[in-house]
């Protein structure tokens, strides 16, 4: 049941009239909090955003707004080392946050929570999307909700009753993925134009937003230049330098 429900993921970007209470809000957030964190610091916030004005700038700011026009809910994921600072003044201890081991730490934090909550979800029958767009625009939407130095938004989450489903994409084989004892590259061409197939196949058939295309080639196009430069520049003002 558990490997049918992961297996059949797919992000939905169209959810029905539905808002989450906040009883269900916090149910869901309950859960995930039982996700693993690197010596339990649980260094994550989330920001419920039911505010309609900023719900629509935060949609805007991530250049996603369509995302949240009918979503039941959406949350604002964050790193978040504050927290931690005021704990260690309960010890009068000053917390060293200016490292890039933190920042990995908290967005593994993030990472974690946010699978175990979108899995709670979806085991609900809501459907979700990951909204990777707020890191275009991190400083003003952490002016947006007030985020203190030492917080930094990740990405958000719509989720919701979906109202329109799409199909499950291919994923990598697990060849691809999966080495044994050492790193192997060798495989990769072969498994790639392999992958290559499957993807053009998927693009072609699938029920909306029908395109030729292929993974290698998205790819390539997607990476061949740095993206969001800004982001160092952007958690140096919250008080990472990334030393």
Known sequence: MVEKLLRSHSSV?????????????????E???HAASSHFVQAYSIIWVTDAEKKEELGRLSKNPKQFETAGAALLLCADFHRLQAAGKLHNTEIVIDTTENVL????????FAQNLVIAAESKGYGICFIG???????????LVDLPEG????????????????????????AAVLHENSYDSAKYESLLTEYDHTMEEYYANRGSNQKVANW?????????????????????SKGFHLK
Request: charged share 25%; hydrophobic share 40%; no cysteine.
């Open 13 to 29: 970007r169209k959810y029905k009239d539905y808002t989450l209470t906040k009883e269900e809000v916090i149910a869901l957030v």
């Open 216 to 236: 290698t080639q998205q790819m390539a196009e997607f990476l061949e230049s740095p993206r969001r430069p800004h982001i160092r520049e952007f958690l140096a």
């Open 151 to 174: 917080v930094f938004p990740l990405f958000a989450i719509t989720l919701g009753v979906p109202d329109q489903q799409n199909e499950v994409k291919p994923r990598l084989p697990v």
């Open 133 to 143: 767009g707020v890191r275009n625009a991190p400083k003003e939407i952490s002016q």
């Open 105 to 112: 730490v908290g967005a593994v934090d993030v990472a974690l």
């Open 31 to 33: 859960t995930a909090q």
